[in-house]
């Protein structure tokens, strides 16, 4: 079966040929999202205002000003990379840090990023989540 665009990271695969495939355009543009939201600015060559650089804020203190920072840079680089992607909502979410379990202590350090976003073409809601660690 023909694919979209390589899947990644890259992964050698026996059904795909050499690597694998996205096989739909709704994972292409998920990826295609997280791939924005990972990168950091100036990591593209050509592009230097490319990506919401999310691990730049991992020692950023946790609060309102940093998540509206994040919130507002993947919002406009969404719609300026991505405008057949809507973004709905953006949560944060970190875990209590009066934990009394030790390894739970060290997930204490965790926060997630949950975007909801609609696929304008194709009429859908996903949800994506990722954790910055």
């Keep these: 079966m023909a694919g979209i665009?390589?899947?990644?990271?890259?992964i050698v695969t026996h059904t795909d040929g050499t690597y694998g495939l996205t096989k739909s355009v709704e994972e292409a543009l998920i990826q295609d999202l997280k791939m924005i939201i990972l990168t950091n600015p100036g990591e593209k060559i050509?592009?230097?205002?490319?990506?919401?650089?999310?691990?730049?804020?991992?020692?950023?203190?946790?609060g309102s000003q940093a998540y509206s920072a994040i919130t507002s840079r993947i919002i406009s680089q969404t719609k300026?990379?991505?405008?057949?992607?809507?973004?709905?909502?953006?949560?944060?979410?970190?875990?209590?840090?009066?934990?009394?379990?030790?390894?739970?202590?060290i997930d204490s350090n965790v926060v997630s990023v949950t975007i909801r976003f609609?696929?304008?073409?194709?009429?859908?809601?996903q949800i994506l989540s990722i954790p910055l660690l």
């Design 5 to 10: 665009s390589p899947k990644l990271p890259l």
């Design 46 to 62: 050509m592009d230097p205002s490319f990506g919401v650089g999310l691990k730049r804020f991992l020692f950023e203190q946790n």
């Design 80 to 105: 300026k990379y991505l405008p057949q992607i809507e973004i709905e909502k953006i949560l944060f979410n970190e875990p209590s840090p009066e934990s009394p379990d030790v390894s739970e202590m």
């Design 118 to 125: 609609s696929i304008r073409p194709l009429k859908k809601i």
